[in-house]
């Protein structure tokens, strides 16, 4: 029986292979985005798949975020005579963080384990080895017009989602907590500057390419038949959404640092 | 002129020159393992202009592999491959894309995309190039008309019998005129008379194209089909040869324990000593 001191180094090598392979895969990826040929029609497909397929949860994620926040935000602030706050406390709340992360890991649910699954699928029925037996790349065909449009359009899902967060807050504050629509909408809008928009709106473009990355990833090192795929499809949800924690840390910090000085 | 482009040119310009000059695949001392005990060993063949060879073998001893070694979908931990006189082994998975074209490659189960149309599945590669879409339908018919499969033509593959994904397949691997054809086990899993409906195409492909091929098979009736028949063009079928005829370039290779234990003529199969083979043709 090994020691267990073997079975960690062991577990230790597997985790730098990986990571080492996941480099080189995004390496490639990010290559690949200059090299002829371009799929052009996959992209456009791929974005209507992951962009116009996930707006629905993300309109509802992002009115129902706002709507909690504004009625949580009003209930705290009115103890201290401070309601009017409101607009600008849900819109800073929702542009710099929740909408990006929040829509992160909505789209991440949908279509990480989405792209693993349905490559995971080609890979065990032999279909990627047919693509690259035709003389296409498959890493071109398949994985570059996913991460472009997953970057693309989760940028501007998050734009969607700022907005209806923004709305949900609104609609709480007037219908609910009676307050005055216009003094909702000022607040909001005089509380941000640019450094809240440009950390707000940097976030999704590491998040898509984490999500669509991992997902492909995932999806073209899956071994073991329809079991596999399953695991694949777990794996890239589980690590895709870690890792989109993980990152928002790193570059709120970042942002932080770089705007503020913090 | 991209890069993609420009390795089509090159290959097409030396394409002719190769052919006549080398063997269309040579192995040389291949070897190959997955952790664990190799898969192949130190096997060593040849495929000439104009032969079809049928690779023979229990199941699991490494067949695939051999046909995804030949056009480099794997590579071999040592020895040398080489493709229409090209060194392989150690070939950028760029430059082998644009050789690979000029491979047609038939999988065990079809390997269909089963996203896309039969039209596009068989017409695949002429998109990849982008001819025109006349060019394509034109094409894709002659192919599937091939195939006697014409009616599939807007179908999916997932409206189609195994049978039927088999032929598509054979379709979409002959549509380019390739120079070299690899069948994985094209009959494996199919009833009697889908698997002679295949045989015959294999051997319709052989006789009217004489297009080099590398055939993996396990099942003993098919491949002695293949040896003593031919296509007979004027009554559109496959015919059995006159007694005691066989096709001289149908040859035939056994895989053993990982070792290619035989290569040879039709003939010198059936009267081997080896126990193995002996045991396999009983």
Not at chain 1, 154 to 160: G, K, P, R, S
Not at chain 1, 243 to 259: E, H, P, Q, V
Not at chain 2, 97 to 114: N, S
Not at chain 2, 197 to 214: F, G, Q
């Amino acid at each position: 029986m090994p020691l267990p001191i073997e079975n960690l180094d062991k577990l230790a090598k597997k985790l730098m292979l990986s990571l080492q392979d996941y480099s080189l895969f995004c390496w490639q990826t990010i290559s690949n985005v200059g090299r002829a040929p371009h799929y052009w029609g996959d992209v456009m497909t791929q974005a209507d798949l992951i962009g116009v397929g996930s707006l629905p949860i993300v309109v509802l994620t992002g009115f129902f975020t706002g709507a909690v926040l504004a009625l949580q935000s009003a209930a705290s602030l009115a103890q201290f005579g401070a309601q009017a706050y409101t607009g600008q406390f849900v819109s800073l709340s929702m542009i710099r963080e929740l909408a990006p992360v929040l829509t992160g890991l909505m789209v991440s649910g949908r279509n990480a384990s989405g792209m693993a699954s349905e490559l995971g699928s080609m890979v065990v029925t032999e279909q990627i080895d047919a693509m690259r037996a035709l003389g296409t790349d498959p890493m071109k065909k398949l994985v570059t017009p996913r991460v472009l449009s997953t970057v693309i359009m989760l940028f501007l899902l998050t734009i969607v989602s700022d907005t209806v967060g923004t709305a949900g807050g609104a609609a709480v504050a007037v219908l609910i907590s009676k307050q005055n629509g216009t003094q909702y909408f000022t607040s909001a809008y005089h509380a941000l500057v640019y450094a809240d928009i440009a950390q707000g709106l940097t976030k999704p473009l590491f998040f898509g390419f984490i999500i669509s990355t991992v997902g492909c990833y995932f999806g073209m090192k899956t071994t073991g038949g329809t079991q596999g795929v399953g695991r694949a499809t777990t794996q890239a949800v589980v690590v895709s959404s870690v890792l989109i924690i993980f990152s928002d840390f790193i570059l709120s910090r970042a942002m932080l640092w770089l705007y503020s000085g913090i | 002129m991209d890069d993609y482009t420009e390795e089509y040119t090159k290959l097409d310009l030396t394409k002719t020159a190769n052919l006549a000059k080398d063997a269309v695949v040579r192995f040389e001392n291949v070897s190959i393992a997955f952790d664990g005990p190799p898969v192949l060993e130190n096997v060593s063949f040849e495929v000439a202009a104009g032969e079809t060879r049928i690779l023979l073998g229990p199941a699991g001893v490494g067949k695939s592999v051999l046909l995804k070694l030949t056009n480099g979908l794997l590579c071999p931990d040592a020895g040398s491959i080489y493709l229409f006189g090209q060194e392989i082994s150690h070939l950028p998975e760029k430059q082998l894309f644009a050789l690979r074209t000029r491979t047609g490659m038939v999988f065990q189960e079809g390997a269909l995309f089963d996203s896309l149309t039969v039209r596009d599945n068989v017409g695949y590669q002429l998109m990849e190039r982008l001819l025109p879409a006349e060019e394509i339908d034109q094409r894709v018919h002659e192919a599937l008309r091939f195939v006697e499969l014409d009616h599939t033509f807007s179908m999916l593959p997932s409206s189609l019998s195994g049978g039927m994904r088999r032929r598509v397949a054979i379709a979409r691997a002959i549509i380019d005129q390739p120079d070299l054809l690899i069948y994985d086990s094209p009959t494996g899993g199919l009833d009697p008379v889908t698997s002679t409906t295949i045989n015959e195409l294999i051997v319709k492909e052989r006789d009217v194209y004489k297009t080099p091929a590398l055939l993996v098979t396990h099942r003993l009736q098919d491949a002695f089909t293949m040896a003593t028949h031919t296509y007979d063009s004027a009554q559109s079928k496959m015919v059995p040869l006159p007694e005691g005829q066989i096709n001289t370039n149908t040859t035939f290779l056994v895989l053993h324990e990982g070792k290619l234990i035989f290569d040879g003529t039709t003939q010198d199969l059936v009267v081997s000593n080896d126990p193995f083979i002996k045991e396999f043709l009983a």
